[in-house]
């Protein structure tokens, strides 16, 4: 009987791990909150791991992707396209990112981007980095899948909504701002896809860089 995916990657991982002469073991997964950690088959989100999260408003992108890079340690490389908004760092300090482990960077061209991520991902001098960048190709991703695994690094992939096309990587999330009568962050956060696990929706809320879910089961996330 053929192997799974799921067996096939855990096997393409082990052998990253032994060519950079890293330790056989995987690197723990990293906790998001115990109702969502429960959910993922890793027991919370996988390092050595490509992770799509798209944005169904900037804040609430930003938001997530500072929540995730805050729970890892060493520098932290942002990439963003030359001309956009910047990354106030100020404003990711409340969620756990803070400004002196931020690293920006500026791309022209969508894969100048893309190659920044990729030796992003291959140093250990970082502890994680995430690239926005809408549109990419699924030999894109696998490259950046690849350069992922093996490490303790978490790769995260910024889009928008809109742009939904494939990708290798091993999570998808959507997460859009909710109302919240202390302006704390509130987000309806769904987890589209996962290697090995199912859909789900949750409403979480962010208070001191800790993410709390309101409710305790995970919801089936609707068509």
Known sequence: MPA??????????????????????????????????????????????????????????????????????????????????????????????????????????????????EEALRSPA???????????????SRRLQLAAEGSSRVGLLLRSVAEHGPSSAVTRWRVSSLPDVQARPRWQLDLLRCRAGRPAAWTVQVEAGVLRVEGIAARALSA
């Open 4 to 117: 799974s995916p799921a067996v096939l990657q855990d096997l393409r991982a082990t052998l990253a791990r032994i060519e950079r002469g890293l330790p056989g073991d995987p690197p723990p997964p990293l906790s998001l909150c115990p109702a969502i950690d429960a959910h993922l088959p890793e027991g919370g989100l996988a390092r050595g791991e490509l992770h799509e999260i798209q944005a169904a408003d900037p804040g609430a992108g930003l938001g997530f992707c500072a929540l995730i890079l805050g729970r890892l340690a060493g520098p932290v490389l942002w990439i963003g396209p030359g001309g956009a908004d910047g990354v106030w760092a100020p404003g990711l300090q409340g969620l756990g990112l803070g400004a002196e482990r931020l690293l920006l960077a500026r791309y022209r061209q969508p894969a100048d981007g893309l190659w920044v991520l």
């Open 126 to 140: 970082l502890g994680s980095a995430v690239l926005q960048l809408d549109r990419l190709d699924m030999t894109a």
